[in-house]
Every structure is written in structure tokens, then in C-alpha cells.
């Protein structure tokens, strides 16, 4: 028997029932690099638009950014002074510290419209109309051909014919409405001076001959100097573009509503000035004085489901009766309340107050003198709630 030997190509070269049969691996590389090459450009343009996708999602995102941070500058500028120039050159400085595709926003006076931004319940959207008594900043911000930056040129330019792109965004800033519950503490300390220490006997120091609690409050007492320190605040309300309803609850050994939620600041002095001209001694029983004011902001007839709920608590001294401060104002919290804290003196407690505020959502304020309170006061009623509505 005779054995044939193969070698290399040969061997590959069997035949198979007779047939010879010609290896085709030259030709299928040949196949797959032509079609490589057929859509290499078509990978090319699909990874080009992909790119052009995320920097066009990127850059909106930029500009909702800018847009936010210029309208809330506006909307808090507006609210401070109430001026609408103050509040565009504000607007656009902010706009300008912010790049959309590496440029500074830049906008214009018409980007900004004034308005009233209303809802009807605390869970409801905000609704913006133009004109009326404004209490909200709409700002407008657009890239395209007929905007001062024009349109955003795209990152890979030139995919299926287009270079650029446009985007506009819109920004709210409300000053929202905001039921202000005032809460005083009328305990006996308010009888004395700032910078002297509370203790009976003797008398304060600046009351006259044969002065006893329940006569009026002496002339540089704290309780004074509080009344005047409210008068700065409601001032500041007043003179705001929201509208603020404002009540009034005092407390001692045991709190007292004075004065229902209203628009007529008048009747909070008033209310005040039961006590001016008769300051009784008393306890200071802070945690059911927030209970109180808590209290006036939900079940007054006039409470706007809409608005926020603000406490403003002021004390001189420490709690010494009555319910937990801190756990009445966690609870408040709970209920919607946010607490704003005012220690006045350095007899007040103010670790205490800090941690009222801080469980109320707010902050917390310390006075030493009478000039300190009133700058306190005013501080508080500039900080009252702005926000996004849209």
C-alpha cells in the first residue's frame, strides 16, 4: 500500500466526495474590511451626534443653574428694597458670575417681568401673573439668534448640517405670603434695663419713686425697648411687596393670645400697650408661649392655608415654668411652623433658644443692647420666606 503525503497547502486542498475544495478566509477578510470601511463614518457621525445629545443636555442644565441663581438674586433684591432696577442690576450681575457653554450669562431689562405669584393651598403650584402688586420676579433667559450671547454653538458642529442650538429656561422668585405670629415674653425681667441684672427687690433702675410691677413699664426697660424693636419690624412688613398678616401672643407664668392674624398693624400696638402701661411680674413659661403662637397661626379665621407659618420668639431671661421650650418647637415644626428665636440681654438663655430654633427650622438672634434689638427686628422681617416657584 502506497501512503501519500500532504503538506501545507496541499493537505488543505482534499477533496471531499471527489471535489477539490479552495479555502475562503482570504476573501471573508477582505468582506469584513469593506464593510469596516463602509461604516466607520456612519459610527464617526453617530458618536459625534451622542456627544453633541449630552453637551446640549449639559449646557441646559448650565443655564437652569444661572437662571435660578439670577432669579432668586432679583426676586431678594426686589423684596429688600422694592425697586425693579435694583433688582435687574442684581439679577444680571449674578447671571454674569455663571457660564453657560463657557460664557457668562449675559441678559437684558426685558428678561425680567414683575409680577404676583399666588396659590390656594400649601400644596398647590404657584400661579405668576404680570403687573399688579408684585411680589415675584420672572426671569426669561434664552440663547438664541435674538438674545445678546445668540445661540450655543454645539461641541461637534456641523452634524447633519447644524452648528448651533437654542435654549431658554425660566426661573420664578416669589416672596411668598407669610402668617407671622409674634410671641413676647412679658415676664417681671422685662420691667429692667438691658445691662442690668433682673432681681426685685430694688426697682429698675430708671423706674421713678415708688415704682411697682403692674405700674408702667419704666423708661428704659427691655419691655421698651421691645415695643420699639416691634415698631421697626412691622414697619419693615408693611413697606414689603408681600402681604403679611401679623398676630400677637405675650407670656408670663401662662400665655395669652392679645391680637388675632391681621393686616392692621395698629391693633399689635395696641395690644402692646396694655402692657406699657401696666407690666406685671411673672414667670417665664416659654415652651407654652410657642404652643400659643403656634396656636394664633392655625386657628385665627384669617389663616391663609397658602401661607407659610412663621413664629418670631423673643425672651429675656430663662424658662423657669411650664411646657419643654425645645419639644414645643419640634412640634410646631411638625405642624409647618418655622421659629425664629431673639435673645435679649445676657441674662436670656440663648443655648436654650438656639435649639428652639434650630428644632423650628429657623434661626436665632442675640441682642445686648437696645440699638443690637432693633437691628435684630429689622433683620428678621428682610429674612422672611423668598423662594423658587418655578
Given at each position: 500500500m502506497e501512503i501519500a503525503i500532504y503538506s501545507g497547502r496541499r493537505a488543505n486542498r482534499r477533496s471531499r466526495g471527489g471535489l477539490a475544495t479552495t479555502p475562503c478566509l482570504p476573501h471573508r477578510a477582505g468582506a469584513v474590511l469593506v464593510l469596516i470601511v463602509l461604516l466607520l463614518p456612519v459610527m464617526l457621525l453617530l458618536s459625534a451626534f451622542a456627544i453633541n445629545l449630552a453637551y446640549m443636555e449639559l449646557t441646559r442644565t448650565e443655564m437652569h443653574t444661572a437662571a435660578d441663581a439670577a432669579a432668586r438674586a432679583a426676586g431678594r433684591e426686589f423684596t429688600i428694597f422694592n425697586d425693579n432696577n435694583l433688582a435687574r442690576t442684581r439679577g444680571k450681575a449674578i447671571a454674569e458670575m455663571n457660564s453657560v457653554a463657557g460664557e457668562p450669562l449675559s441678559l437684558r431689562d426685558s428678561d425680567f417681568l414683575f409680577g404676583t405669584s399666588t396659590r390656594v393651598s400649601?400644596?398647590?403650584?404657584y400661579q405668576f401673573s404680570a403687573g399688579g402688586i408684585s411680589n415675584a420676579v420672572q426671569l426669561n433667559v434664552q440663547r438664541n439668534s435674538a438674545a445678546?450671547?445668540?445661540?450655543?454653538?454645539?461641541?461637534?458642529?456641523?452634524?447633519f448640517g447644524i452648528g448651533s442650538?437654542?435654549?431658554?429656561?425660566?426661573?420664578?422668585?416669589t416672596q411668598i405670603?407669610?402668617?407671622?405670629?409674634l410671641v413676647i415674653d412679658r415676664s417681671g425681667s422685662m420691667a429692667y434695663a438691658a445691662n442690668e441684672v433682673a432681681a426685685y427687690p430694688p426697682a429698675p433702675a430708671s423706674a421713678p419713686l415708688g415704682w411697682d410691677f403692674c405700674h408702667p413699664a419704666p423708661p428704659n426697660s427691655r419691655w421698651r425697648n421691645m415695643v420699639d424693636g416691634v415698631a421697626m419690624f412691622l414697619n419693615?412688613?408693611?413697606s414689603s411687596p408681600a402681604s403679611e398678616l401679623v398676630s400677637l401672643s405675650t407670656y408670663a407664668s401662662s400665655p395669652l393670645t392679645n391680637q388675632d392674624l391681621t393686616s392692621d398693624y395698629n391693633?399689635?400696638?395696641?395690644a402692646l400697650d396694655v402692657y406699657t402701661n401696666s407690666l406685671c411680674a411673672g414667670g417665664t413659661n416659654i415652651g407654652?408661649?410657642?404652643y400659643e403662637g403656634a396656636g394664633a397661626l392655625a386657628l385665627s379665621p384669617l389663616a391663609r392655608p397658602g401661607a407659610v407659618k412663621v413664629i418670631v420668639l423673643l425672651t429675656d431671661g430663662i424658662h423657669n415654668i411650664g411646657s419643654?421650650?425645645?419639644s414645643a418647637a419640634q412640634t410646631a415644626s411638625e405642624n409647618g411652623v418655622v421659629i425664629y428665636t431673639i435673645t435679649f440681654s445676657d441674662e436670656a438663655n440663648q443655648s436654650q433658644m438656639q435649639a428652639v430654633a434650630a428644632n423650628g427650622g429657623g434661626m436665632h438672634f442675640h441682642a445686648t443692647t437696645p440699638a443690637d434689638l432693633i437691628i435684630v427686628f429689622q433683620t428678621i422681617a428682610k429674612q422672611l420666606p423668598t423662594l423658587l416657584t418655578q
Open positions: 400649601q400644596t398647590g403650584r445678546i450671547d445668540g445661540p450655543i454653538p454645539l461641541l461637534m458642529p456641523h452634524v442650538f437654542n435654549a431658554q429656561f425660566t426661573s420664578i422668585s405670603e407669610v402668617d407671622v405670629a419693615e412688613v408693611a391693633l399689635i400696638h395696641t407654652d408661649g410657642i419643654d421650650p425645645v
